[in-house]
């Protein structure tokens, strides 16, 4: 029985983030609710309360990398998956009041990946100006349209949505930054393969000598290739690590189905955290002829006949 589609959807808020955006690029309204939430950790934890029934958090982003809040709280906490991947083009306005002027504008605001993307075009803009740090974009434009600060660094959405004015559009250092977004839910029914799939898990290793080089040659000996791989302290100890990577192909192939498997043997702990469509526009590379599906069929079926005495 197929499972019951999604209907309340949580995403990093407050209105007018980039996260909204995405969500609205990737989710018809007629679909359901939308639900913002304070923070990476907040939308989470209402898909695992069942207060949602998925969100859309940031993962990574083309300039500034790997998002930590998502990274760790898909790493720790009750178990999600990840069902959909979307990729949203980021584009940021200097946003003021109605009636202000770049020499008006004496603070800043935005959320930290943001600043970081647009440090030189402010150095140039606002001279002198300390730019300040808060929980999100459209939080600081949110505040501008408060009073609390003079200018955000923002989506234009966001700018639109609180009431705001761009004093200058296009102001990040790197033209063409995009951020990788992706829809979580509780385990449940997978997506079904594309033929251009994606798997993420997280794999903790232990503090040994070889341990990384273990856990990549089970990918690199089944023809399997890594589109992503990052290191997050587990904060249990100094020397233990976890392993947040992706790979090309989904859990129903054979290839990666014995991966995960092999990680599940040799590494101290394995979270799978889904299999989906690839959505970033590249196709996945040819698979070896050694590493398909009937390749390993009829490896098997070979060493079943010798068990069984027929060869």
């Known amino acids: 029985?197929?499972?019951?589609?999604?209907t309340r959807f949580a995403y990093l808020g407050p209105e007018g983030t980039f996260a909204e955006a995405a969500l609205i690029s990737a989710v018809a309204h007629s679909e359901g609710a939308r639900q913002p939430q304070p923070s990476v950790g907040a939308a989470l934890a209402a898909?695992?309360?069942?207060?949602?029934?998925?969100?859309?958090?940031?993962?990574?982003?083309?300039v500034e990398g790997s998002v930590p809040a998502t990274m760790d709280g898909l790493a720790d906490g009750a178990p999600l998956v990840i069902t959909r991947e979307v990729f949203m083009p980021v584009a940021f306005v200097l946003a003021a009041?109605?009636?202000a002027s770049l020499g008006d504008v004496r603070s800043v605001a935005s959320h930290p990946h943001a600043l970081a993307q647009t440090t030189g075009r402010l150095a140039e803009l606002l001279p002198g100006v300390v730019p300040l740090p808060t929980s999100s974009t459209a939080g600081a434009a949110a505040a501008v349209a408060a009073g609390e600060f003079d200018a955000a660094v923002c989506a234009s959405i966001a700018a639109e949505r609180y009431g705001l004015v761009p004093l200058a559009e296009d102001v990040a250092d790197h033209a063409?930054?995009?951020?990788?977004?992706?829809?979580?839910?509780?385990?449940g029914e997978l997506?079904?393969?594309?033929?251009?799939?994606?798997?993420?898990?997280?794999?903790v290793v232990g503090d040994r000598t070889g341990a990384l080089l273990e856990l990549?040659?089970?990918?690199?000996?089944?023809?399997?290739?890594l589109t992503r791989i990052e290191s997050r302290p587990t904060r249990q100890r100094l020397g233990v690590y976890s392993f947040s990577l992706d790979c090309e192909g989904h859990?129903?192939?054979?290839?990666?189905?014995?991966?995960?498997?092999?990680?599940?043997?040799?590494?101290?702990?394995v979270r799978f955290l889904g299999s989906y469509a690839r959505a970033d526009g590249r196709d996945n590379k040819p698979v070896p002829e050694t590493a398909t599906d009937p390749a390993f069929d009829d490896a098997?079926?070979?060493?079943?006949?010798?068990?069984?005495g027929s060869v």
């Open 1 to 6: 029985m197929p499972e019951t589609p999604p």
């Open 47 to 62: 898909v695992r309360s069942a207060a949602a029934d998925v969100a859309l958090v940031p993962m990574e982003n083309s």
């Open 97 to 99: 009041r109605p009636g």
């Open 176 to 187: 063409g930054a995009v951020t990788r977004f992706v829809l979580v839910a509780p385990p």
């Open 191 to 203: 997506p079904r393969p594309t033929g251009n799939d994606k798997t993420s898990l997280v794999a």
């Open 216 to 225: 990549l040659s089970e990918f690199a000996v089944r023809g399997i290739s």
């Open 251 to 269: 859990i129903s192939d054979r290839r990666v189905g014995e991966a995960l498997a092999a990680l599940h043997r040799v590494c101290d702990d």
């Open 300 to 308: 098997e079926g070979w060493l079943a006949a010798i068990r069984n």
